[in-house]
């Protein structure tokens, strides 16, 4: 126990390594002692991106059982007492999200923002179809998603999504070029923006083979185009919408945030853009510091640092809103259509990135298996607010944001998926981290979101 090895899924290495490399920290005897804190507790504090072992000692927390046939991750609260989870909970935490902002929204009539054919609600079901691109026909798939290369076995590619009240078109790669001719569309978030990016890349490869496609996964500002239509799509990296930057501390994998201060590398890049699709939120769930007026207001997962401690969705909350307030006051933005896409859970089992954690299963869970308690149903809510707040609801909007701002929910059909993320099957030897239950295969379920992004597109562009 005098050292111990954390993955940091998003440790802060220079030169755009960070993602997926291996952090070791030596976990001083000091720590220990004044800490008196368990492994668990440690990986707690240095983060990796579990949601689900959030989700487990959450559990733990509110003492409630996992509805029958959920996973059986709670496996690990046996391990976590209660002074040892560090996690949001009602009591603890000085929480608005919901009380004092939500009561901003006067009109919180959602199905406002649901299309009449409400592609968000249905269920997977069983596809014979092949997937419209594979490793052979997609150089562009990064390694570490390459889940039939690596012995995946490839059940998880035959289901296909099914709207309750209509059928999701298959993705076409011709049609969408031409949806978007002359176009340019930007993805900007984290490493699942990358991961939905990608899926976008290879897709429309299928067509015609574009220029800049990259498969490194490192990269994170990427501008591939396809000539023939003219079409550009780019990838634009933030962790946080907001300023963040990674504290000194050698020590630790923490983020210092500025709640009030939006990150220009992001925005600096929407003038011109025609689509947009934000997303973000995974890096949140890590020890960081919350800054306003350059002013420590407080902290994520830090009990015992004598600061106000936020929950993840409240800090959510904050910075979406202040995305899409940026966005709704860029200068030239005239013609952006904005896409927020919906949070999405982790599937770890028993553990998480660092200890073994694990996501094997061989089908989609069924709607009973899932967790809407969870914190990431209420990230969605939390999402969906702000989009309808921006689109006007506040009393400030007018016909126009109604079009700008569009809700792209995958949440609840990723939450079913929990077969289809690469799981044990990348390269080991490109990558070292413990299993990835968070990203998704590619070809998999990720491309959905496309289908459903063309189906969107070609309502957004007959309405031009
Ligand atoms: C919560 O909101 C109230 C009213 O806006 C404010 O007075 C209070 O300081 C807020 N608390 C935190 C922790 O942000
Ligand atoms: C919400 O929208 C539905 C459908 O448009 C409508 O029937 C209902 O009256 C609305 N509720 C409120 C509180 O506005
Ligand atoms: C697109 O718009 C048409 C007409 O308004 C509507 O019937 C259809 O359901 C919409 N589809 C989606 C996916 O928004
Ligand atoms: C590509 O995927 C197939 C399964 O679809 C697999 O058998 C093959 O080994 C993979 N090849 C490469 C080069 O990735
Ligand atoms: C390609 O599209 C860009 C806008 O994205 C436009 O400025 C440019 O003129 C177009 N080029 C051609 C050859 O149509
Ligand atoms: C906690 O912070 C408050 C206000 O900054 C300070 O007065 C108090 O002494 C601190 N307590 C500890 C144990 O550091
Ligand atoms: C998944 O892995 C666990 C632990 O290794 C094993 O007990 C279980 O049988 C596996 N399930 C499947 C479907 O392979």
């Known amino acids: 126990m005098a050292s111990a090895v954390f993955l940091g899924y998003a440790p802060r290495f220079q030169n755009g390594t960070e993602l997926f490399l291996l952090l070791r920290k030596k976990v001083t005897s000091f720590l220990l002692l004044s800490l008196g804190l368990s492994t668990i507790f440690l990986l707690l504090i240095w983060g990796t991106s579990s949601d689900s072992f959030i989700f487990t000692a959450k559990q733990a927390l509110s003492h409630s059982a996992p509805p029958p046939g959920y996973p059986k991750i709670a496996d690990l609260t046996s391990q976590i007492t209660y002074d040892e989870a560090v996690l949001p909970s009602t009591n603890l935490i000085a929480d608005n999200s919901t009380a ?3 009561s901003q929204f006067p009109n919180k009539n959602s199905s406002s923002i649901i299309d009449p054919c409400d592609m968000y609600t249905g269920k997977w079901v069983r596809e014979t179809r092949e997937p419209i691109y594979s490793n052979l026909t997609c150089p562009f798939i990064p390694e570490n998603k390459k889940c039939q290369k690596h012995g995946k076995s490839p059940g998880y590619l035959y289901w296909r999504w099914k709207p309750d009240g209509c059928d999701l078109p298959w993705f076409e790669p011709d049609r969408f070029l031409n949806i978007v001719r002359g176009k340019t569309f930007a993805f900007v978030g984290d490493s699942l923006a990358r991961n939905h990016f990608d899926s976008l890349v290879c897709l429309l490869s299928q067509a ?9 996964p490192f990269r994170k500002f990427l501008k591939v185009h396809f000539p023939s239509s003219n079409f550009t799509v780019m990838m634009i990296w933030t962790e946080f919408y907001v300023l963040g930057m990674p504290r000194s501390n050698a020590l630790s994998t923490s983020f210092d945030i500025h709640l009030d201060k939006i990150n220009t590398a992001w925005t600096s890049q929407l003038p011109g853009l025609d689509y947009l699709v934000i ?21 994520i997962f830090c009990r015992g640092e004598n600061l106000t401690e936020y929950s993840v969705p409240y800090v959510i909350r904050r910075v979406v809103r202040k995305a899409l307030e940026s966005i709704q006051s860029c200068q030239n933005c005239d013609k952006l259509i904005t896409f927020l896409r919906s949070h999405t859970t982790s599937h770890f089992e028993k553990g998480s990135w660092s200890n073994g954690g694990y996501c094997n299963r061989t089908e989609p869970l069924n709607e009973r298996e899932i967790d809407f308690d969870g ?8 999402q969906m607010e702000e989009i309808e707040r921006i689109k006007g609801f506040d009393g400030v909007g007018d016909a126009n944001r109604m079009k700008r701002y569009k809700w792209l929910d995958v949440t609840k059909a990723m939450m079913m998926r929990a077969d289809g993320h690469p799981g044990k ?9 413990g299993n990835d239950c968070l990203h998704w295969c590619l070809p998999g379920p990720v491309d959905m979101w496309n289908e459903m992004l063309m189906l969107n597109l070609i309502n957004t562009s007959s309405l031009d």
């Open 425 to 433: 099957y990348y390269n080991k030897e490109l990558f070292r981290f």
């Open 375 to 382: 914190q990431e149903w209420e990230i969605r809510r939390i």
């Open 100 to 102: 004092t902002v939500s």
């Open 279 to 299: 997303s973000g939120g995974h890096w949140f769930y890590r020890k960081n510091y919350l800054y306003e007026s350059d002013k420590l207001i407080g902290c």
């Open 208 to 216: 015609e083979v574009p220029i800049n496609g990259d498969p490194n």
